[in-house]
């Protein structure tokens, strides 16, 4: 059966990215709804009505409305903005949080999807919390570097638009985030972390990394404890993208670390750096914050949902 799909917000940066992805399946069928009625309520409630799953790529308030449009009982929705993030009646989208997270989806009616940003802390440092590794009101500090389509239409043409646009922007230095909420849930965090972000002079791509300081914790890990316990944990997770790579205590840096290094894919790849001597370590992640960071994990959560292969239509 071919299943309908229509993506409310087709026209901003994540929605063109899924249609993208989409394009060409013989098993979908994608609803589409003429540019100069895009604001028009009725021809949006007309066509979310009519999917088998709507994919909403709007802002919070415009995400709520269109959930509101559905009169059915049988359109199931993908939300990408952060309106239903930590709502406990969505499943969250993030299919490699837990070993179970990708048949909550598969049979869920709603789903939130992750947001880029969140999804480094989560991998991370969801399975050192649940492994007694690291504890529940550990200081998290938490940063990253990712590319300015993260900012949506303004910012890319900003950046694209600027003759000397900045190299490296940190922001949100209120430290107030709205991804907070979301990391701190589902990481199994009681304690907010402290984010730091920073957009880079590059289209897409992100690396996120947490600093650890092991001192401070009552047993200490080494870092190949808290590998293993990476490896171990994403290992057990069936059809995953999430990968772990090899543990070297003596390196020094990685080309792994690029942030664009897995641009167009949906694969995330984390990384233990550590100093037992000194007892600190770095978890990091790199993933492509248009890939596994929003469209590609929306597409991925869409195959959950309808039952076929996971990888359709995403490159690893």
């Not at 509101?68 to 930590?86: P, Q």
């Not at 989806?105 to 969140?118: D, E, L």
């Not at 972390?193 to 590059?202: C, Q, T």
């Not at 370590?281 to 914050?289: E, G, K, L, S, T």
């Amino acid at each position: 059966m071919v299943a309908k799909i229509f993506i409310d917000g087709e026209a901003g940066t994540t929605g063109l990215q899924i249609r993208d992805r989409l394009a060409g399946r013989r098993d979908l069928e994608l609803l589409s709804i003429p540019a100069d009625r895009r604001k028009d309520i009725s021809a949006r409630a007309e066509l979310l009505n009519a999917a088998d799953v709507a994919i909403l790529c709007l802002p919070d308030d415009a995400a709520r409305e269109s959930v509101s449009l559905i009169t059915n009982s049988t359109t199931r929705v993908i939300d990408a903005s952060t309106a239903f993030r930590t709502d406990p009646e969505w499943a969250y989208g993030f299919a490699e949080m837990d070993k179970d997270q990708a048949d909550v989806i598969a049979n869920a009616r709603f789903v939130t999807n992750p947001g880029c940003w969140p999804q480094g802390l989560i991998a991370g440092l969801r399975p050192l919390v649940e492994a007694r590794l690291v504890p529940a009101d550990y200081p998290i500090s938490y940063h990253g570097v990712s590319g300015y389509t993260g900012g949506g239409k303004q910012m890319i043409a900003e950046y694209e638009g600027a003759a000397t646009p900045s190299q490296y922007m940190p922001y949100a230095l209120t430290f107030v985030h709205k991804h907070l909420p979301e990391m701190a849930f589902y990481a199994r965090l009681n304690r907010t972390p402290l984010f730091e972000p920073v957009v880079g002079n590059f289209a897409q791509g992100m690396t996120t990394t947490v600093p650890l300081h092991l001192d401070l914790l009552a047993e200490i890990p080494t870092g190949r404890d808290l590998h293993a316990a990476l490896a171990d944990y994403y290992a057990a997770i069936p059809d995953s993208f999430v990968q772990v790579a090899p543990f070297d205590p003596a390196q020094t840096k990685s080309a792994g670390l690029d942030p664009q290094v897995h641009n167009g894919t949906n694969t995330m790849t984390l990384h233990v750096f550590a100093n037992d001597d000194r007892q600190q370590a770095v978890i990091a992640a790199v993933y492509d914050n248009l890939g596994k960071g929003a469209s590609g994990a929306a597409v991925q959560n869409l195959n959950l949902m309808l039952g076929v292969d996971v990888a359709m239509g995403l490159a690893a």
